[in-house]
């Protein structure tokens, strides 16, 4: 008997873990554990796995969590198999039964606000502090709830930025944040040293200089970061490959706005 496996709807929103018959046609639906475990050909589509992953993920209420996983997957760029491996061994799930998994086709986002957050810096205690909206939580007044996350350096910081902007997060100014209208000109690409003339404008020393460019690095990412400088030095009419450092392009930028 030729059988296969599969991941398949069962007309509803569910999707189930089965194994077919090939020339009967004959569904059986099975649990997580023991479809990972047949050692027959799997004939599940990419599509289906990738609802699978993004149903446990959504079921998933601590966002640390969530974080650490797309750590972990960008860093191994796992099979769906060790994917399944590493959500049970974590706590995501610790089995999906024949019932099969409800998946999300897009129709709960209809209710829900735009992601966002935003950073304060030395608030309290904390050197860092993170407040972010998921689009959904409200206060008893109806307007929109804040969780609040601090840290105490910047590569926990970047850690759980990113994390905010794989989940779709977007930078969301704070209408009392001193640099609020600042960032809003890096929108346009072509005005990266416009953006610094302003950094260097509302800092004026040199090592707050530095510190609003360290954070703007881990609001927009390394490799986005990377561009911006280079358009940067380009807009001052700097050769960009003169600087084999980000480190040394900053000090040059530096130099530049300061004599400005």
């Known amino acids: 008997m030729a059988v296969y496996k599969s991941i398949m709807s069962g007309g509803g929103r569910n999707l189930h873990f089965a194994l077919v018959d090939d020339k009967t046609d004959k569904v059986e639906t099975i649990d997580l554990k023991k479809w990972l475990k ?20 959504k079921g998933q209420k601590q966002f640390n969590k969530k974080v650490d996983f797309n750590m972990w997957a960008k860093k ?19 089995n999906i039964t024949k019932r099969g998994i409800k998946v999300y086709e897009g129709v709960e986002s209809v209710n829900e606000g735009k992601k966002r957050y935003y950073q304060q810096d030395r608030v309290g205690k904390a050197k860092y502090t993170i407040s972010y909206h998921d689009g959904k939580k409200k206060n008893k007044d109806g307007s929109d709830f804040f969780d609040i ?9 970047a850690k759980f930025v990113n994390g905010l902007h794989r989940f779709g997060f977007v930078y ?6 001193k640099y609020r209208h600042l960032y809003y000109t890096n929108e346009s690409k072509t005005k ?8 260097y404008t509302y800092t004026k ?11 703007h690095e881990v609001r927009i990412g390394q490799r986005d970061y990377a561009k ?3 358009n940067a030095l380009r807009g001052f009419g700097i050769n ?9 392009a900053e000090e040059k930028l530096y130099q530049v706005v300061s004599k400005k």
């Open 172 to 177: 969301g100014f704070n209408e009392s944040s």
């Open 149 to 157: 996350k601090t840290f105490k350096n910047q590569r926990d910081l």
């Open 38 to 57: 047949a050692n027959v050909r799997d004939n599940s589509s990419k599509d289906s796995k990738e609802r699978v992953i993004k149903a446990i993920l």
């Open 76 to 94: 191994t760029k796992p099979s769906f198999e060790q994917t399944m491996d590493y959500l049970m061994k974590n706590g995501f799930v610790s």
């Open 240 to 248: 960009p490959r003169e600087f084999k450092r980000i480190p040394d």
């Open 205 to 215: 020393s040199e090592k707050k200089f530095y510190d609003e460019l360290a954070k």
């Open 228 to 230: 911006f400088i280079i």
């Open 192 to 199: 990266e040293s416009k953006v610094i003339q302003k950094i």
